[in-house]
């Protein structure tokens, strides 16, 4: 059985091995993660840490300035870095999922070399958990999808790789979190992409803003629906925004807009996972809610009832 205080005390140990008297950055995404990957390192290391996080202008309503709450909660040295436009760029035509996740990948290595090289570090740390080299297909040869922080890493990377999470599956990180008193360890999975791959085809400004606001709703709505004892919360749930146009009618006048997926999941470890039963009261109302608030842009709602397999859970 798997016994969090344990892991804990040989984590540090390994940590404490591995970077000796030297310094390390941690990539630090406010998630479970990344956020226990982070204590930990801290209880090895010290100040000899900087936790650092990217504003790619791809992540959740209000995650950056929850992030930093709570990386200044930990009292962590830490760092946000504005890098939107250099994400923008990176993937300005791409529409293949492996490609934005390998473009998004290699943006965060490079911003992350920089840093380093300015705290004066060799080592990286990052909140890699097994189900991110196991679907990447390290040591499968099976590729479901390039996590980002594993099939996504530049070969000439220049620093050296602690992932002291890296044979553990989520809820196994959960009771690491909590050992270790991390507020955000029931926190939903958000993938290292972030909205990227909940936003199917090219990735602009314009369409990462209408997804954010729908995962807003979304969320907001079931958060609603488990505390009024309709429905336990799901693992992790979410909007997806799909690329292809269909024509609706608003005040009696022709629309052509996006439709907006509604995706929610049960699930352990992200491996396996079945379809949240959503009552039709909250599925109603977060559909009424994403037309009226999103306006032209999205005129159909729908529900992906897929399990995983043979879907994943993200759409990307």
Partial sequence: ?????????????????????????????????????????????????????????????????????????????????????????????????????????????????????????????????????????????????????VGGLPEDMKMVLVEPLRELYKGEVRKVARAVGIRSSERQPFPGPALSVRCLGEVTEESIEIVREACAIVEEEIRKASAAGMMALPWQYFAVLLPARSVGVRDGARTYGRTVVIRAVASDDGMTAKHARIPIEALETISSRITAELGDSVNRVVYDLTDKPPATIEWE
């Avoid at 995650?63 to 994400?87: P, S, W, Y």
Wanted: proline share 1%; net charge negative.
């Fill in 1 to 149: 059985m798997f016994d969090a205080e344990t892991f804990v005390d040989e984590a540090v140990k390994g940590i404490k091995a591995k970077v000796g008297d030297g310094k390390a950055i941690i990539a630090c995404s406010g998630g479970v993660d990344s956020m226990v990957a982070a204590a930990l390192a801290y209880k090895a290391i010290g100040d000899r840490l900087l936790a650092v996080y990217v504003d790619n202008g791809l992540m959740r309503k209000g995650e950056t300035d929850e992030v930093r709450c709570i990386m200044e909660g930990r009292t962590l040295n830490h760092k946000v870095v504005d890098a939107k436009e250099q994400f923008f760029s990176a993937l300005k035509g791409i529409t293949d999922p492996e490609e934005k996740r390998k473009v998004i990948g290699e943006r965060f290595i490079r911003i992350f070399e920089k840093e380093a090289k300015d705290f004066g570090a060799e080592f990286l740390v990052q909140g890699t958990i097994a189900p991110d080299w196991v679907e990447s297909g390290i040591g499968t040869g099976k590729i479901i999808k390039s996590h980002h922080n």
